[in-house]
């Protein structure tokens, strides 16, 4: 910058020759001051434009979301369609829910990035896309898990597949509501392992299947099964399908089942042990068990 502003030396004037004009005198003068001016504004540009990359990394994302809040509300373009795909075990409120929007709001009005995000957390939801489609349309795309039961192991509620692994990093809490509703609960060590085999059979007889609760794993080698009124339901080990199929039967004729019973106890090949309810007379409303693992004496 010093070569800038140096004065440069004048030649002497040769007295024999014409003085110089003054449109001359006035362009020499204007050069030096447009020399300096460029100066001037090539350091304003860079100071600007580092202003401006430090103003992002610190607040350009809030400057942004507020630009695209006022653009929103300046939108024409409303949500007329929602288009669900690939939904299956999440209910539809909750993918609504996590959008973060809805019909006749702005299609512009909501960050389709959070939306996504939303919906990945939700328990049966392994992946998700949310696209806008001019010029009114909300395209969600779901993949789901396949998750066939529950398990609960000490404490702790895990979705489990055919196999028994568990197919979600993330663990239920008592927030997710859906899942429980829709899925059958395993319990105790090794439930998992067996599931599917217990649920397999329980297929076959919806009139049982109705009624249950949860299935608790005694030992690593049995069920109980707990139905929805508090009966607790004994299987005999390797011999479930031949209960099952009595205790349909029983079912058919006497609707054992609906009756208020403590428990089924079915262990034995040729007789079932049925223990009646006891009235508790201290409390007016007994509170059925709650599903826990057991270990058999």
Known sequence: MAFFFKKRPHMPLDPYEDRPSRLFLFWQRQKMILRRLGIVVLVGVLLAGTSWLAWLSLGG?????????RFAQLDPLRIRHIIITGRHLTDESDVMEALGTGLDHSLFGFSVEDARKRLDKLPFIEHSTVERHLPDTVLITLEEKHPIAIWQIDGHFILINQKGDNVSQQE??????????????????GANLEAASILGLLDHYPDINSHVLAFIRIGQRRWNILMKNGTTLLLPEGAEAA???RLHSYQTTFQLLDRPLKSI???LPDRMVIHPEVPNTEQETPSPPTPSPSVEH
């Open 265 to 267: 106890d079915m262990r």
């Open 243 to 245: 209960a099952l199929e």
């Open 61 to 69: 994302h809030a400057f942004t979301n507020a630009l695209t809040e």
């Open 172 to 189: 239920l809490t008592a927030g997710n509501r859906s899942a429980f509703r829709k899925l059958p609960l395993v319990v105790g060590a």
